[in-house]
């Protein structure tokens, strides 16, 4: 902008050069340059709106119920839609639980992909791989939940189990940790791994005790953000993880209630006590989601590469 | 003992203390048997991914067939979903549709929404606005998709009812449009608008990401030309970002295909005998909706078959629509390298 004021001036001073107009402030160019700016700031407010919009009535219509103590202590056993009581103990134990498990079946897997493609990969199978995690990563979820009851419930002849569950959700996990740590290693200096092979370590060694203590509070950051996407999932939980009231810490045997299937049970009641519930739900699978997310990026900050 | 070229050397004579050999060195870390191991594990887990997706694609197959040679109907033009008895009917047309429309009306509100703020992101805000923004943009990612839909229904659907009158009695007489008695806040129209909000962050995320490599030479070659801020963009940093911009729209759109609980929620069913409608503002079911709201009925293998079948054909989709995206955004990194 400043340099088309600047050409401007210059012709107006050497009088005898007649310049085509280059447009001064009024002119459509700037017009067009400004509603640019209007647009970009306004799209930018456009998509605020949706976020603060459901954490404003989430908060005002759930916030109360996330207030008193049973909330967070009681299950739902023997409360009918009718009546009010009861907490959410059992459903966010049961999304903790399955978050947890699901952590620790993907992140082996993922963490050792992701060296596999960074340190060792070459050639037409590490792009092979690479090619899979990016399909894994936009398989959708209900796929993920129909490929895993093909497997566990109509080949193996098994019952719908949690740990059903957690298995259609580590097919959703793993590829954002890959993804994620492949990043972060990438980052890794290369001339830490040439000074540790000079010193005659071996590369297993040097990626163990060089490599991912370099990276790991970027892999962390990862593991977090992944772990924040697949406990807000719902359908494979629908397909695979039928509700209980109760509380429930078996993962191979029985139901299991976690938060969306919570909310997903009572979001079809009319009556008041069902819906502040489904509120309540809501705002605690929200707040679990958001501080894992939060804190993952928090993380972030301290890591030694990036 | 060997005899070496250069003949006989001290260190060959000396004893080695714990009865090794005089070349055989002490063993200790630069041993490779570590290395097979750590680098084998590593491999495998490459090829249980591999093998993850070759089975998701197997499985569903493998129990769709059955199914499908049974079905007296025609699977990919049918309309009709009767998937038990003797003689099952079912076909995807329907759900085609639905899946289809709610997609193409997400992409048409969140490609330009999401490109505008990633620029906003990238090129606009004051640098202390920058990250907030973009950690907000991606927060909305973080709403789980159940939240969203049971939001739109009980909360925002109902301020969508005034554009849906408006529109239906305007163009009412275009089938588009075609007022189909269903309320604003569960039809295929409002479900895409939902869907486009889901599927924002993704897209601002990979074009941020692109518009972020724009080397500064070019802005800055543009801005000394003359240009304003936005012939700026429009010269230098949109072109050099289409790669990213479109392969982010397909992410998007393989996510907006899929999504379930959302749209799940808000879509009114169709009656059975509804008579075939092109309208926006109609109920319907998508491929996942479908599949999740029937979870419940999987009692036979035949039943079962059917939805499996439906989900292959989602899977399929999702599959081309991402490797397109994957293709788009590889053919830019050989070019930029």
Not at chain 1, 31 to 59: H, Y
Request: with cysteine.
């Amino acid at each position: 902008m400043s340099t088309v004021t600047h050409v401007g001036e210059e012709s107006t001073r050497a009088k005898a050069v007649t310049l085509p107009d280059m447009g001064g402030k009024s002119s459509g160019r700037a017009i067009k340059d400004q509603a640019a700016r209007i647009v970009m700031w306004s799209a930018f407010v456009i998509a605020c709106v949706p976020l603060v919009w459901i954490l404003v009535s989430t908060l005002l219509k759930g916030g109360h119920m996330l207030a008193s103590v049973d909330w967070w202590t009681l299950s739902q056993n023997g409360i009918t839609a009718r009546r009010e009581g009861g907490g959410a103990a059992h459903a966010i134990q049961g999304t903790l639980i399955q978050g947890a498990v699901t952590a620790l079946m993907s992140v082996p897997i993922g963490v050792l992909t992701a060296i596999y493609l960074v340190e060792y990969g070459r050639g037409r199978f590490a792009k092979a791989v690479s090619f899979m995690v990016d399909i894994l990563t936009g398989v959708p979820s209900i796929v993920a939940a129909l490929f895993i009851y093909a497997l566990w419930v109509t080949t193996f002849g098994f019952q719908r189990v949690p740990f059903a569950v957690t298995l259609a959700l580590v097919l959703l996990m793993i590829p954002t940790i890959v993804r994620s740590t492949e990043e972060m290693l990438k980052l890794v200096p290369n001339e830490l791994r040439e000074a540790s092979y000079a010193l005659g370590v071996p590369k297993w060694k040097t990626i163990v005790s060089i490599v991912l203590p370099t990276a790991f509070s970027g892999i962390v950051t990862g593991v977090l953000l992944g772990l924040a996407r697949v406990m807000g999932e719902t359908a494979p939980l629908i397909i695979l993880g039928p509700y209980t009231k109760s509380m429930a810490s078996n993962l191979f045997d029985g139901l299991m209630g976690t938060l969306p299937t919570m909310i997903n049970q009572d979001r079809t009641e009319a009556l008041q006590p069902a819906v502040d519930r489904v509120w309540g739900a809501a705002l605690t699978l929200i707040l679990i989601v958001f501080v894992l997310n939060l804190l993952g990026r928090f993380l972030g900050r301290f890591s030694k590469v990036s | 003992m060997s005899t070496s070229i250069t003949g006989h050397s001290a260190i060959d004579d000396l004893p080695d203390p714990e009865g090794h050999g005089p070349h055989e060195g002490d063993r200790a870390s630069t041993s490779r048997w570590g290395d097979r191991l750590f680098g084998g594990a590593a491999k495998a887990s490459g090829l249980f991914v591999v093998l993850l997706v070759t089975l998701v694609g197997l499985f569903l197959i493998v129990q769709a067939v059955p199914s499908l040679l049974n079905n007296e109907a025609n699977f990919l033009t049918s309309t009709e979903w009767v998937p038990s008895g003797a003689e099952p009917r079912f076909g995807i047309a329907a759900l085609l549709w639905a899946t289809v429309i709610t997609s193409v009306i997400a992409m048409l509100i969140a490609v330009p929404l999401g490109v505008a703020v990633a620029l906003f992101i990238t090129e606009y805000a004051p640098s202390w606005l920058s990250k907030p923004a973009a950690v907000i943009i991606d927060l909305l990612a973080a709403v789980p998709s159940i939240v969203f839909g049971f939001w739109g229904l009980t909360i925002a659907g109902q301020y969508f009812q005034p554009v849906q009158d408006f529109l239906a009695g305007t163009f009412g007489f275009i089938p588009f449009f075609k007022d189909s008695g269903f309320s604003a806040k569960s039809t295929l129209a409002f479900a895409g608008i939902i869907l486009a909000f889901m599927i924002l962050p993704i897209i601002t995320a990979i074009s941020r990401e692109v518009f972020n490599q724009v080397p500064t030479p070019h802005k800055e070659g543009a801005l000394a030309l003359g240009a304003t801020k936005w012939e700026m963009i429009r010269t230098a940093v949109l072109p050099f970002g289409k790669p990213g911009v479109i392969s982010g729209a397909m992410l998007g759109l393989g996510r907006a295909l899929g999504e379930t609980l959302a749209v799940m929620i808000l879509l009114s069913t169709l009656n059975p005998s509804a008579p075939w409608s092109f309208s926006i503002f109609n109920g319907g079911e998508t491929f996942a909706s479908k599949i999740a709201l029937n979870a419940g009925e999987f009692d036979s293998p035949q039943k079962t078959g059917a939805y499996i079948a439906a989900g292959l054909v989602l899977f399929i989709l999702t599959f081309i629509v991402n490797s397109i995206a994957r293709v788009v955004i590889n053919r830019r990194k050989a070019f930029s390298e």
